[in-house]
């Protein structure tokens, strides 16, 4: 009998689709039914964007390329694992990432408000998930990169304050895009960008473009 995958196994095999695990923690029983340990996935490294583009969900004119192509991709994964995909969009119900990424160890609260991951900063996103009907040995927690930042820039680079601990201004954030000299949309939120370890990311302007017009 073939031996489980681990934490390792799996991150090579979703290389492969340029996609990373960013987190991985052990569910609560019935938390996802028949699964004791989820892994979580997003971009992996600066191949992403140029190899999600080049995907048939770019080219065939069709809503949410990006949203299908995980779908798609993520799906397979699992297929071939033996595990269970599983999403952050396509809700409701919406299944609970951003308390997934908090009990992974990976991720936090920023003075922002944000998620902040060790390695991908402000610019952390999830594409989907591989619920594991195994528990998997799962590695130490990181440390808060928060805690250790000089200045915190994030707490002073939104041009109009629209980001704060416990409250985000949509509004003020939005009526700004249009501004002479605000480059959020073209490049990505300012506040995100500011993050020291967002750099990790590798967050293309293309990309980040990409996303802010969703947002939008």
């Known amino acids: ?13 979703a290389q492969a689709h340029h996609l990373g695990v960013l987190g991985a923690l052990h569910l609560a029983p019935d938390e996802v039914p028949g699964c004791t340990s989820l892994v979580l996935l997003g971009p992996g490294g600066p191949g992403f964007w140029p190899h999600v583009t080049a995907a048939p ?10 949203d299908r192509w995980s779908r798609r991709v993520i799906g397979a994964l699992a297929r071939d694992l033996d595990a269970r995909a599983v999403f952050p969009f396509g809700g409701p119900p919406w299944p609970p990432f951003t308390g997934w990424a908090r009990r992974s160890g990976r991720a936090w609260p920023s003075p922002v408000g944000l998620l902040v991951h060790d390695t991908e900063g402000l610019m952390l996103s999830y594409r989907g998930a591989l619920a594991l009907p195994y528990r998997l040995d799962l590695p130490p927690a990181s440390p808060r990169p928060c805690d250790t930042c000089a200045g915190q820039p994030c707490r002073t680079a939104c041009p109009v304050g629209a980001l704060a601990p416990d409250d985000y201004d949509v509004a003020a954030c939005k009526s700004d895009l249009d501004r002479p000299g605000n480059d959020c949309m073209a490049r990505g939120c300012a506040v995100r960008r500011a993050c020291p370890i967002s750099s990790g990311a590798h967050r293309t302007e293309a990309q980040s473009a990409f996303h802010m017009g969703y947002f939008r």
Not at 5 to 10: G, R, V
Not at 58 to 64: K, M, R, S
């Open 1 to 13: 009998m073939a031996p489980q995958p681990d934490i390792a196994d799996i991150a090579a095999t």
């Open 57 to 66: 969900e770019f080219a065939d004119g069709a809503p949410d390329p990006l």
